[in-house]
């Protein structure tokens, strides 16, 4: 079977909005619908686990039932860090389901809603080659590493900007979340490689944007015109 846990458990402050950016309106229907409906409409997901905070149990129940929203999924709780959300995201599949040597797992957030099928299918095929995976795209800019009074340039074509959906193994990202959590976790590529394992890179997208600040959703609105 394969998996995906989208994680929508933050609160998005640098949206200037009270609304967490996963819930916001994007061609109206909060973000975050966009992106589970394209995971549903993959022939390569199995399950879907949406991870929200419990605070907004309530809230999310409601704007289930004012959109007509019937996308099956399972539900749980978000902890105090994406890695506690995430834990919580496996966690709910270990108790939920029994896995086997073939089941993988693919983490993505909930704030990327353009992500296609076809790029779904990608990370997967990728995922059952390597074990591990990232979306990523080479960086088009000029890179400087350092900070604003010390940097030096770097070869932007060593430099790779990481995408979700990220899959995995779901043995090899198990295990991995058994870590104590790290400041230096970025994201699920890292506690994975955390034990030494190896990730590959496999193209992204450009258009699978995630919703950061407020201009994203004119982008994001382009970008889903663009899909019809």
């Known amino acids: ?133 990232v979306l990523a795209q080479k960086s088009i800019e000029s890179v400087r590493i350092g900070n604003n009074t010390s940097n030096n340039a770097t070869d932007r074509n060593q430099v790779w900007l990481v995408q979700t959906p990220q899959v995995f193994h779901a043995e090899l990202l198990i295990k991995a979340y058994q870590q104590k959590e790290d400041p230096l976790f970025t994201d699920d590529a890292s506690v994975v490689e955390k034990l030494g394992n190896y990730i590959s890179i496999v193209e992204g997208d450009s258009k699978n944007i995630k919703i950061t600040y407020p201009q994203d959703l004119q982008i994001a609105q382009f970008y889903l015109d663009l899909m019809k």
Not at 45 to 58: R, Y
Not at 64 to 84: A, K, M, V
Not at 111 to 118: D, E, F, G, L, Y
């Open 1 to 133: 079977m394969n998996f995906v846990i989208i994680v929508a458990a933050g609160i998005g402050s640098r949206m200037n909005s009270d609304l967490p950016k996963q819930f916001l309106d994007l061609n109206g229907v909060p973000v975050v619908m966009h992106t589970i409906d394209h995971f549903h409409q993959s022939s390569d997901i199995s399950e879907i686990v949406l991870v929200i905070s419990k605070d907004m149990e309530q809230f999310w129940m409601d704007l289930c039932s004012r959109e007509q929203y019937s996308t099956p999924l399972h539900l749980t709780f978000g902890g105090n860090t994406r890695f506690e959300s995430v834990k919580n995201g496996i966690d709910y599949i270990q108790e939920s389901f029994k896995l086997g040597a073939k089941d993988y797992i693919a983490i993505h957030d909930g704030a990327r809603p353009i992500v296609s099928t076809a790029l779904i299918a990608r990370a997967f095929q990728g995922a059952y080659e390597h074990q591990a995976i």
